[in-house]
């Protein structure tokens, strides 16, 4: 069993996944990153078709890179960035959504 941060549809098979981290230290870059990964994977093999993907706020912009680069993954549809604003969570949220191709509620 693993949580997730927001899914839909609210019943029946999940279409689309996201998973929201915390990532304060570089020291934590590689355990987080493990845990999206496996995460991705856990969930991509019981919704092949679903989409999965995260929100990350990591404070060390100039290495967002590495991120992206442990988290390729066939089973990770896309990564985002938020500062810890919360209005720039609504906006990567926001970001991810439109690359899902999903039209958010207002």
């Known amino acids: 069993m693993y949580e997730l941060d927001a899914a839909a549809p609210e019943t029946g098979l999940i279409a689309y996944a996201i998973d929201i981290k915390r990532i304060e230290a570089r020291r934590d870059i590689h355990k987080r990153s493990d845990e999206i990964v496996n995460k991705a994977d856990r969930f991509k093999r019981v919704f092949p078709s679903g989409k999965f993907g ?3 706020y990591y404070p060390f ?3 967002h890179s590495n991120i992206q680069d442990r988290l390729r993954s066939d089973n990770i549809d896309s990564v985002v960035f938020a500062s810890e604003a919360k209005e ?3 906006n990567a949220i ?3 959504l439109a690359k899902f191709r999903i039209r958010r509620r207002r």
């Open 61 to 63: 912009i100039q290495e």
């Open 88 to 90: 720039s969570i609504a």
């Open 54 to 56: 995260t929100v990350i």
């Open 94 to 96: 926001g970001l991810l």
